[in-house]
């Protein structure tokens, strides 16, 4: 059961954008999907408790830094994935989360300040190898794109990024009202009226490709046999 940490220690980046969309479309196809909504401001525990979404998602809120820990100790083997929401800060709960991942997805949106979040959460990852050895794979999801921005200045992006040595995800999430309406008026797109919503099959179809996308990076493991890391002096030391 991979564990997917969204992490960017700016706020407003996108995380629980990304999040809702990927626990709603794993769950669609059937997989159990438990969420850590770890920001006391609770945005993910509020639009899960208007919105109902179908499929097996179960949400674990309040999440402290040893709550978690426990919580990766003892993972149900029943859950196809793990996906933790971080707030926008950098506390001891982001280290311990980022220690305990299979994959590290840091949304950005192009802004500076974006941009100075998601180093923050590379410069953790870096720490994080130095001390413990492990290295944990990442990605920045390249975050609320102009749906106008045409795929060659998107590759051009994905270049530069690349040359730095940062992984990007094939697939960003694009602007979309849609994903917007989720939050406002606390629904899944799937519950949406196509004839309200515009471009719904647009944002429908992102939201797929981007939960196909991570399926790939991260195949579901019918059963675990690794012990799960244990990094609590690195936790301890963030
Ligand atoms: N792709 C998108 N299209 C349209 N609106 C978006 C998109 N991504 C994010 N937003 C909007 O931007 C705002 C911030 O997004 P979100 O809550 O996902 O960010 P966050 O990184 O989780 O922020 P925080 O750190 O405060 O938890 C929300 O109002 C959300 O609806
Ligand atoms: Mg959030």
Known sequence: MPVITIANTKGGAGKTTAAVLIATELAQMGLNVTVFDSDPQHWFSQWFETARPRGTISLVNH???SALEGHMRHMDHAQNY??????GERNQLTATALAFSDHVLIPVQGAGMDAKGAAKILDILARIKDETGMDIPHSVLLSRVNPMVTTH????????LAQRGVEVMATPVVERAA??????????LHDMDPAKVSNLDKALQNAR???DEVMRHLPVRVIS??????????????
């Not at 793990?82 to 707030?87: E, K, Q, T």
């Not at 200045?153 to 530069?160: H, P, Q, R, V």
């Not at 046999?225 to 963030?238: L, S």
């Open 225 to 238: 046999t690794t012990p799960r890391k244990r990094p609590w002096f690195f936790g301890r030391a963030a």
């Open 209 to 211: 490709q981007l939960a």
């Open 153 to 160: 200045s998107l590759l051009a992006i994905k270049g530069l």
């Open 82 to 87: 793990y996906i933790i929401d971080l707030a």
């Open 63 to 65: 999440v402290t830094a």
């Open 179 to 188: 994903y917007r309406e989720m939050f406002d008026k606390g629904v899944t």
